[in-house]
């Protein structure tokens, strides 16, 4: 009598525990919270868009700014008239920052999977937060704006930024396996909300000083991670003397959870997990190329996917605490911490829907689920009474089921499709890979933000939630062909099984 699904893969479980190791854990935490440092400094651009706008705009438009004399000097730094205009430069500012992020992940993935993934992790961590210092901080310090001048620093800060992601999965990926990636990864990618988080709490904390000392906490935090990731963080197992993944003699405990992701037949992979960056150059394979990497299967699918899932979930990362404070008239430090229930929900939705999935060892129809859930909580939230505690629920219930499958795409699914058995010859894909679906991903999310503030500009807010709706049912209809094909899949794989029972 065959096994109920689950209990046949507790062993892949049990070999998934019984392999951790201190090592494990220290990777796990260095790059949980690597990544964390670098979302919060870009949270708190978004934190502060209120006092940055304030600042940019005349005193007599501005009721909180002081009316100093003579009004010539001290008004002619103000570079735009009113607070509109104020709001749509924020807006521009967002969509440079994620074209050069989504420019810049293309290109980082290739070179992580090139470099050293720690010198190249750390430098843009280093470099990313004296960026952020120059632009919040030193400019205000300085009384120095300059509209153009912004617009560099922003296009240099996203590319230093892009160089996080791929390298901490690309890491990650070296030290976990299939087995349990889905639990691993959901728990593990929320660092990003874990970074929200920490940069409203940051900036709520001092914004009673001057936007300016949000920067410059959230920068030196940062600076301080990077230096920490360079002297600490361990790329592969080899460099402690580990074997690499899938080169045990208990891999076959893993034989049903290495499949590839999108492998049609129902056979089983010998050695599907296998280290990824090497430190040994004389036996490290070639590279795999962009257009390979590409040309894998549901790598564009769900690249699509993720430009208009990420578009929804980086609205709400740019805008809403903006949105809590114009719409509602809250306080903006009240609208910081508020904004905070979006992300716990994203952290409880990537980490149960990264389990699910690791049941059934199916991610897509566990994703469209999810989402069609999202497009009914996206019409809940748009009406959401003037009410903090009801907001904040219905918050949370949208991050649930938006954050929760944003995070699934960008990191267990991500990693799958680098790992699939048609680059088993050339290991080095992970990086890429990432590079390429959340590089096509900010992408989207660039153009969303640029969309967001003209449609919030000339039709309301109301009709920018009907914008998120149907990108959330377009990411459903992106991936639909997967869904159907892994839906059959775990038909044929179960129809056999309750034969036998």
């Known amino acids: 009598m065959a096994l109920p699904g689950s209990l046949g893969r507790l062993p892949a479980n049990r070999a998934l525990v019984s392999h951790c190791t201190h090592h494990h854990i220290t990777v796990f935490l260095l790059t949980f919270f690597s990544y964390s440092l670098l979302h919060a400094s870009r949270k708190t651009f978004s934190n502060v868009k209120v006092s940055i706008s304030s600042q940019w705009t005349p005193s007599y438009l501005n009721n909180t700014a002081l009316e100093l004399q003579p009004y010539e000097l001290w008004n002619s730094n103000h570079l735009f008239p009113n607070a509109e205009e104020a709001t749509l430069f924020l807006g521009t500012l967002d969509t440079i920052f994620l074209f050069s992020y989504a420019v810049g992940l293309f290109v980082s993935g290739i070179v992580g999977d090139r470099l050293n993934l720690r010198w190249v992790l750390s430098f843009g961590m280093c470099s990313s937060a004296l960026v952020v210092f120059f632009f919040g901080t030193l400019t205000e310090w300085l009384h120095f704006y300059n509209k153009w ?18 390298c901490v999965v690309a890491v990650m990926g070296n030290w976990f396996g299939k087995a349990g990636r889905g639990f691993v ?41 990077g230096v920490i990731v360079f002297f600490g963080l361990l790329i592969s197992p080899k460099e402690v003397g580990l074997p690499e993944l899938g080169t045990d003699e208990e891999g076959s405990a893993e034989e049903d959870a290495n499949r590839p992701l999108m492998d049609d037949n129902d056979a089983d992979d010998d050695d599907c997990n296998y280290s990824i960056q090497a430190t040994d150059t004389d036996n490290q394979p070639k590279a795999i190329g962009f257009f390979q990497a590409c040309c894998l299967p ?66 897509a129809p ?64 992970l990086a890429t890979v990432t590079g390429i679906v959340d590089g096509t991903g900010s992408i989207g999310a660039a153009v969303g933000q640029y969309l967001v503030s003209l449609i919030q500009e000339n039709l309301g807010w109301m009709w920018v939630f009907y914008f998120f709706i149907l990108m959330t049912s377009s990411t459903v209809l992106f991936i639909s062909p997967l869904i159907v094909r892994e839906i059959r899949l775990l038909l044929h794989e179960r129809y056999p099984r309750m034969l036998a029972g």
């Open 298 to 363: 549901g790598v564009v699918l769900y690249s699509l996917a993720y430009a208009c899932l990420k578009l929804v979930n980086y609205s709400f990362f740019f805008w809403l605490p903006f949105y809590l404070s114009n719409n509602f008239g809250w306080k903006e430090a009240e609208a910081d911490q508020l904004s905070i229930w979006y992300d716990v929900g994203g952290i409880i939705g990537g980490t149960i829907q990264g389990l699910i999935s690791d049941v059934l060892q199916k991610r």
């Open 366 to 429: 566990v994703l469209a689920i999810s989402l069609l859930f999202a497009v009914g909580s996206l019409f809940g939230y748009s009406r959401s009474p003037n009410s903090k505690p009801i907001n904040a629920v219905i918050m949370a219930i949208t991050g649930f089921f938006i954050g929760g499958p944003s995070n699934m795409i960008s990191s267990a699914i991500s990693a799958d499709l680098g790992r699939q058995d048609l680059v088993k010859g050339s290991s080095e894909a």
């Open 149 to 166: 001048f912004y617009c560099c620093l922003w296009v240099v800060n996203g590319l230093l930024q892009s160089t996080g992601w791929p």
């Open 185 to 225: 990864f959901g728990l593990w990618s929320a660092c990003a909300s874990v970074g929200n988080i920490l940069g409203a709490f940051l900036a709520s904390c001092v914004l009673k000083y001057g936007y300016e000392y949000a920067f410059l906490v959230t920068a030196s935090v940062q600076f301080a991670g």
